[in-house]
């Protein structure tokens, strides 16, 4: 059983960094997909930034891109979300999420069927 979990939100002031990971586990599939969502009270859930770990290739949203990188460590099955030059349109709950056995990069929500718990970034001063 695919199960993920996020940590590393917080509060951070605008123009800050914060780093987020995914601890993933239970993957049965060396083709997928897995990447960084987030959501905010009245709006759909949103794509930040995903990878497809066989080939490495990765999407990010227009209104992160120059300032998030994702990056994947496999020797501890977890992939990270580095955010800088956050703002607070940034404020969001951050969710980490898995598509199995997909042969290409996917980035639409709905096809994502393992998700974490969700950590919250505020970015206030």
């Known amino acids: 059983q695919v199960q993920l979990v996020e940590s590393g939100g917080g509060l951070v002031q605008p123009v800050g960094s914060l780093r987020l990971s995914c601890a993933a586990s239970?993957?049965?599939?060396?083709?997928?997909?897995i990447g960084w969502f987030r959501q905010s009270p009245g709006k759909e859930r949103e794509a930040v930034s995903c990878i497809f770990d066989k080939a490495g290739t990765t999407y990010y949203a227009d209104s992160v891109k120059g300032r998030f990188t994702i990056s994947r460590d496999p020797a501890k099955n977890t992939v990270y979300l580095q955010m800088n030059s956050l703002s607070p349109e940034d404020t969001s709950v951050y969710y980490c999420?898995?598509?199995?056995?997909?042969?290409?990069?996917?980035?639409?929500?709905?096809?994502?069927?393992?998700w974490g718990q969700g950590t919250q970034v505020t970015v206030s001063s």
């Open positions: 999420a898995t598509l199995q056995d997909t042969g290409v990069l996917i980035s639409t929500p709905p096809f994502f069927g393992s």
């Open positions: 239970g993957f049965a599939s060396d083709y997928y997909t």
